[in-house]
């Protein structure tokens, strides 16, 4: 076992200490006349009244800017068998802009037409409610205007930087 300081953790040991947390694997979308996407772990449900959920998202990526240009985004939460998707956003070396959806389905979002993932276990269409500092990262809270989801459908995680899917057992299990 290692153990560090948090003054001492360099940032390689601090991103695997962070990998220990088994996560859902989401994709984050804007719309409009460029639309963008980008693969993200950092998803979570804040409120229900209002209905809220944060994305943190690095001050220097793309979607940084254009979460603080626009007003609705979309949250998609990868099914098992979409981990191509998962890597298709994540790969800085996509093509950009309307063309980096080319390789994957998508459908507008009711509301604002903002991308979802098709075939995703659930869906969030969402306008910026707040942004707040957190550190290299943005803490963006949106407010969930529509929301679809899959009941039969198994989530894509991510363990220690791989994916993997919710065992078969514990499918069916209500919390």
Known sequence: MQVHSATDADATALR????????????ITTGGPVPHAMTANSFTSVSLD???ILVCIGKGAVMHQCLSETSSFGV???????????????DRYRPLGLAQFDAVEV??????GVPLIA??????????????????????????LSLRRQDDSAG????????????????????
Do not use: N
Not at 16 to 27: L, S
Not at 77 to 89: C, D, G, K, N, T
Not at 156 to 175: M, P, T
């Open 16 to 27: 695997r200490a962070f990998g220990a947390f088994v996560t859902g694997v989401t994709v």
């Open 50 to 52: 209002p209905p809220l």
């Open 76 to 90: 998609s939460v990868l099914a098992a068998e979409q981990e191509a998707a998962a890597r298709h956003f994540a």
């Open 107 to 112: 459908t507008p979002g009711e509301v604002t």
């Open 119 to 144: 075939g995703a276990s659930a869906g969030f269409e969402c306008e910026v409610w707040r942004a707040y500092d957190g550190g290299d990262h943005t803490i963006f809270l949106g407010k969930v």
């Open 156 to 175: 894509l995680l991510v363990y220690r930087g791989q994916f993997g899917e919710i065992s078969s057992a514990l499918q069916g299990v209500s919390v």
